[in-house]
């Protein structure tokens, strides 16, 4: 069974920072592509960082570039986030995504975290 559960969220105050974790199941993290999304209130959800399967890179929105880093550890089935130098309009829902294609490419899966809030305040 695929499971993706996140942790580390909380308050914080600006230019402090926070660690947020996801512990999944039924997947390899190295195998698929792993990533974090967020939801501020009355906005639609935004992809902010993802890593790719293998050795294909990553990739992070300019609203946090150089403020938050992802990584995988395989071992612990993990995909962390950190956020440094954090601002309120980082403050939002935050999301763990896992999504792969199946071996002919003709399915993609999308499997989410059940969301961990991050408040910061100014």
């Known amino acids: 069974e695929v499971q993706l559960v996140e942790s580390g969220g909380g308050l914080v105050q600006a230019g402090g920072s926070l660690r947020l974790s996801c512990t999944v199941s039924?997947?390899?993290?190295?195998?698929?592509?792993v990533g974090w999304f967020r939801q501020a209130e009355g906005k639609e959800r935004e992809e902010i960082s993802c890593?790719?399967?293998?050795?294909?890179?990553?990739y992070a929105a300019e609203s946090v570039k150089g403020r938050f880093t992802i990584q995988r550890d395989n071992v612990k089935r993990t995909v962390t986030l950190q956020m440094n130098s954090l601002r309120s309009e980082d403050t939002a829902v935050y999301y763990c995504?896992?999504?792969?294609?199946?071996?002919?490419?003709?399915?993609?899966?999308?499997?989410w975290g059940q969301g961990t809030q991050v408040t910061v305040s100014s």
């Open positions: 995504h896992a999504a792969w294609l199946d071996v002919d490419g003709s399915s993609r899966y999308d499997y």
């Open positions: 890593m790719w399967s293998g050795n294909f890179g990553t």
């Open positions: 039924g997947f390899r993290v190295d195998e698929v592509a």
